[in-house]
């Protein structure tokens, strides 16, 4: 799986480096392409307007069309890649740059070719003797039309009249580029790809080290997740980095942690119920065998010892479903409008006897106003005798015990403050955990089934609000709920 993952990873990381590589080179192609050709064809453009002005020079010198004047400016035209034809004010036939070529020579023609300037535009396919031939009179001004002659035409001015008219097309098939123009582009392009095939081996040697680093914490939690489930809780991962990866190592770490100790507690419960349940059914096997055998006298208080045990059975089972029903009241709250202020101060008066009997001093502090709230109000009932009960279990005689009800912004704070024994700062993080029963200095293991607070931690997280702890040792214990008002 780890290698198959590496593997995805390499290829999606090299796949989205081709394609923004190949994106690149071809979008630069286009537009190097685009900006090339305008640039070419602006510079043409130019270099026509000024022939057009050059031969109107030589006709207003001359003030004819003399074919031979101005054969010098076609054999220039014909060198930037243009073939021209030019006609007088009639539209008649004067002169062409392949007139003039014939006139230049075979050994001129040579000395052309070889300079490149022909190169690729179908001279020797076209020759020389395949154009039109042309009349003249006696002073050379053209005397025979010539029809369908086709190209960009440009007007010959002189003045403000309009004496012929060059008609420019391009030579050959090359249209505006010239064999050096396509030569510039083509090595462009061959570097151009160079290029993107150095950037795709880059960004391939880039991505498999990227992959692997990716993977191998992966693979690292996914070793430690099989060992946790063929039982190995002690399994942890490194986590380093602040990304995800590492988010959800330490996620891993929580799990692990929250399992293993829940382990331990589970463990720690059968024996705790194995010894509580041990001794009253001692007990009652004792009473009722030594009943039965006439040993003992069917008498009330021997009757009432019985009872007692049973009771002590009934509470422990009851604590069980406490936590039962409190893990499962979050779907079953039934909420309604409720004064907090009256049912805290309710639950206080009910447990006024009792901190009176032990020596253990209630205060309370209410705000004058109700206190309004959506509650389930057996539920919430229940966190309150909970942590009243701690509090009077933990507060030596000649103590206190504070409550103290108070409006916080848009919440409702309900603190209980007492000064007791304390918990030890390395019980605070476990003692909403199930079963979990810390150890108060030298009274050992604390009573009870070490499921009260984790009934009232579900209870007020059911309820949308928290709970919290501050504690010191010997000095005393606040716990404090916060409820969101409705």
């Known amino acids: 799986m780890g290698k198959r993952l590496w593997t995805k990873f390499a290829l999606s990381h090299l796949a989205i480096a081709v394609m923004a590589v190949a994106l690149a080179a071809i979008l630069f192609n286009l537009a190097l392409s685009k900006k090339f050709q305008g640039y070419v064809e602006e510079n043409q453009r130019l270099r026509d307007e000024q022939m057009v002005v050059l031969l109107g020079s030589f006709y207003e010198k001359e003030g004819r069309w003399d074919p031979q004047k101005i054969q010098e400016v076609l054999n220039l035209w014909m060198m930037s890649g243009r073939e021209v034809t030019v006609l007088d004010s009639q539209r008649r036939y004067v002169v062409d740059c392949w007139d003039s070529m014939r006139e230049m020579g075979a050994d001129a023609q040579t000395r052309m070719t070889r300079m490149g300037m022909m190169c690729g535009w179908g001279w020797a396919q076209r020759g020389l003797d395949d154009r039109a031939p042309r009349t ?17 035409e440009i007007p010959v001015f002189v003045g403000q009249n309009q004496v012929g008219t060059a008609v420019i097309r391009p030579l050959g098939k090359e249209e505006i580029f010239s064999s050096q123009d396509l030569t ?11 290029v993107a095939l150095g950037a795709g081996t880059f960004a391939l040697l880039v991505s498999l ?27 942890r991962v490194g986590a380093k980095g602040k990304d995800e990866v590492e988010q959800l190592a330490k996620a891993f770490n929580h799990l692990a942690e929250s399992l293993e100790r829940q382990e331990k507690y589970r463990k720690k419960l059968t024996g705790d119920l194995a010894h509580e349940l041990r001794t009253p059914l001692a007990n009652l096997q004792t009473h009722i065998e030594a009943l039965i055998d006439g040993v003992l006298p069917s008498t009330p208080e021997n009757l009432t010892s019985i009872h007692e045990e049973i009771l002590r059975l009934g509470r422990l089972v009851g604590n069980l479903e406490e936590l039962n029903r409190a893990e499962a009241s979050r779907l079953n709250l039934k909420r309604e409008k409720t004064d907090l202020r009256a049912l805290v101060e309710k639950m206080t008066s009910r447990f006024q006897p009792q901190f009176s009997d032990k020596g253990v001093n209630l205060k309370v502090s209410f705000p004058q106003r109700p206190i309004e709230t959506l509650l389930d109000q057996d539920r919430f009932s229940q966190v309150i005798n909970n942590l009243l009960s701690n509090a009077l279990k933990f507060t030596p005689e000649g103590g206190s015990v504070e409550v103290v009800t108070k409006r916080q912004g848009q919440e409702v704070q309900i603190s209980v403050r007492d000064t ?29 089934s070490g499921i009260g607070l984790t009934i009232a931690k579900e209870l007020t997280e059911a309820h949308g609000g928290k709970i919290e702890v501050k504690s010191t040792v010997n000095r005393g214990t606040e716990f404090t709920l916060r409820l969101p008002l409705s």
């Open 184 to 194: 510039f582009k083509a090595t462009v392009n061959r570097w151009l790809w160079g």
């Open 209 to 235: 080290g990227m992959a692997r680093r990716l993977s191998k914490p992966i693979q690292a939690l996914t070793r430690a997740a099989q060992n946790l489930e063929n039982g190995d809780l002690t399994q």
């Open 420 to 448: 007791g024994i304390g918990i030890p700062e390395k019980d605070i993080l476990f003692i909403f955990e199930r079963f979990f029963r810390g150890r108060n200095g030298d009274e050992g293991s604390a009573k009870g």
């Open 136 to 152: 003249t009179g006696r002073s050379g001004s053209v005397t025979k039309p010539v029809p369908n002659v086709e190209g960009h």
